[in-house]
């Protein structure tokens, strides 16, 4: 069982930046693939970046590329995703995830996560 706890949310002007932290709890965050989704009002839920076990090489969503970062820290069970040059389109809820099996390009589907986080609102200001 993994629990996530998201913070770091909040308001920010277009072109702002924030940074996202999920805080894992158990023993065996360091076995899991990490995910950040968002979900914006009457939108379906969509991927926006993931990161190995072993911090790989990371994947992230079309829309995102080149502005948002993930990371980890097994040592501390958090996984971070920096958010820079934010836009009103970023404005979402934002979930992280922990996936035991996922891996590669499985990692973009939600159903591959087991579990997830409560979320936290990002809004982003024109």
């Known amino acids: 069982q993994v629990q996530l706890v998201e913070s770091g949310g909040g308001l920010v002007q277009a072109g702002g930046s924030l940074r996202l932290s999920c805080a894992a709890s158990?023993?065996?965050?360091?076995?899991?693939?990490m995910g950040w989704f968002r979900q914006a009002p009457g939108k379906e839920r969509e991927f926006v970046a993931a990161i190995s076990w072993n911090s790989g090489v990371p994947y992230y969503g079309s829309s995102v590329q080149g502005r948002f970062t993930i990371s980890r820290d097994n040592a501390k069970n958090t996984v971070y995703l920096r958010m820079n040059s934010l836009k009103p389109e970023d404005t979402a809820v934002y979930y992280c995830?922990?996936?035991?099996w996922g891996s590669g390009s499985t990692l973009y589907l939600s159903e591959r996560y087991d579990y997830w986080g409560q979320g936290t609102q990002v809004t982003v200001s024109s």
């Open positions: 995830a922990a996936s035991l």
């Open positions: 158990g023993r065996t965050f360091s076995s899991y693939a």
